[in-house]
């Protein structure tokens, strides 16, 4: 039983004394707070305010690296689903490589065999966005949707746009997916990119240093950490980063994260 007299204080001040511990003892049972401890409103919002700007300053970053980690397990699982069919095909038709075997229509048509497109859309409209495509650094770079003189396209089951290329002006066949679907930013090394299918029969995506040699230059510096975006996707894959949207001195020997 608490005593709620305190020995202390002198007869005539009894009753204040009785108050004054119940009043602690509600505090300290009721409220689980003690008697003279606690913070005033001032400071709750002053600590309010400090997590905000934190929060605000943090939150986009962590937001951005969030969207480019999905940029890279999605980009990973076309490359893997496409490069699988791709050996697949060079097996059952018992060829060393597509480049000088086949047409952009027929490309598609032996990879659909494997990956079941949900839509074919062929030379036709229908399987891209109507817009113009931006480079990895801004300015327009193509309308895929009107430009359909030699490419074929169709849309994965998991709506990822695909798009298949074998013009002789080329030194590689190509395919190019949009991982994003008909959602934005549809730009060149941030949702679209290119994946090569070379004469020696190897599937590459693009801007890996295999094919610095054959174009007789570091395709991932020239054409995605400068320009365009279409050197992107091997660095994507293989680093599992997109950090040249934030710094322009990668390497791939010397420098493979931006920190």
Not at 118 to 126: E, T
Not at 215 to 227: A, Y
């Amino acid at each position: 039983m608490f005593n709620l007299i305190s020995r202390e204080c002198p007869p005539p001040q009894q009753n204040a004394c009785v108050a004054s511990n119940l009043n602690n003892i509600y505090n300290s049972c009721v409220t689980g707070q003690r008697a003279g401890f606690g913070f005033t409103l001032a400071e709750v919002l002053i600590t309010l305010g400090i997590i905000g700007v934190v929060a605000a300053l943090t939150m986009p970053s962590l937001i951005q690296k969030h969207k480019e980690m999905e940029t890279v397990t999605k980009l990973k699982k076309a490359y893997s689903a496409i490069s699988q069919a791709y050996t697949t095909i060079l097996f059952e038709d018992n060829i060393n490589t597509v480049q000088y075997e086949y047409d952009s229509l027929i490309m598609m048509e032996k990879f659909n065999k494997h990956l079941k497109f949900q839509k074919v859309c062929g030379y036709d409209r229908g399987c891209f966005p109507d817009v113009t495509y931006e480079q990895v650094q801004g300015g327009a770079y193509v309308n895929w949707e009107r430009d359909n003189k030699d490419r074929t396209r169709a849309i994965m089951n998991d709506g990822t746009l695909i798009m298949f290329n074998h013009n002789t002006n080329y030194i590689f066949a190509q395919i190019y997916v949009d991982i994003n679907g008909f959602k934005g930013p549809n730009q060149l090394g941030k949702d679209f990119f290119y994946i090569y299918l070379t004469p020696d029969g190897k599937i590459t995506p693009g801007g890996a240093p295999t094919l610095d040699g054959l174009v007789g230059r570091n395709v991932f510096k020239e054409n995605c950490i400068k320009k365009d975006g279409y050197g992107c996707a091997a660095w994507v894959i293989y680093n599992e980063n997109m950090d040249y949207l934030h710094c322009d001195d990668l390497d791939w020997n010397t420098k493979t994260k931006c920190k």
